[in-house]
């Protein structure tokens, strides 16, 4: 592990898991992640792709999540580093208001960083939470 990156890697960490610690989920984005990010998710479906690339894809992800459900709490853990990758715990206990329906979710992010900004990310699921 280099020094430099390791550095960046973990400041970039921080940053991110004091954001979503804050529920400021967009200000992570606009502040730290790559205008070329690539998102990938668990599982897909044709109004929600697996994979995602591009900040505006990804704004548009993270609106639609914000507009579709109501969060009644959140854990945010973390960060847990790497070289150039870091991992962050989330679980939300809310409410998806199309259905009215309310659940506990639980998942894992991976966070890739490449010269100081996020560039990938990849979201692993609790199957029995979701």
């Known amino acids: 592990m280099t020094t430099a ?3 960046t890697t973990a400041t970039v960490a921080e940053e991110l898991v004091s954001f979503c610690k804050a529920g400021r989920y967009m200000d992570a984005v606009n502040a730290l992640y790559s205008p070329d990010i690539v998102s990938v998710e668990s599982m897909g479906s044709e109004t929600m792709p697996r994979e995602m690339k591009g900040i505006d894809a990804i704004r548009g992800k993270g609106q639609w999540w914000a ?3 109501e969060v009644h709490s959140a854990t945010v ?4 580093v ?4 870091f991992a962050v715990y989330y679980s ?3 409410t998806f208001k199309p259905t009215g329906q309310r659940n506990v979710m639980e998942e894992m992010a991976l966070y890739t960083v490449k010269d100081g900004k996020v560039v990938r990310e990849q979201f692993f699921y609790n199957p029995q939470h979701n």
């Open 5 to 7: 990156t390791a550095t």
């Open 67 to 69: 507009d579709n459900n």
């Open 77 to 80: 853990a973390g960060p847990f």
């Open 82 to 85: 790497g070289d150039d990758q």
């Open 92 to 94: 939300f206990d809310s």
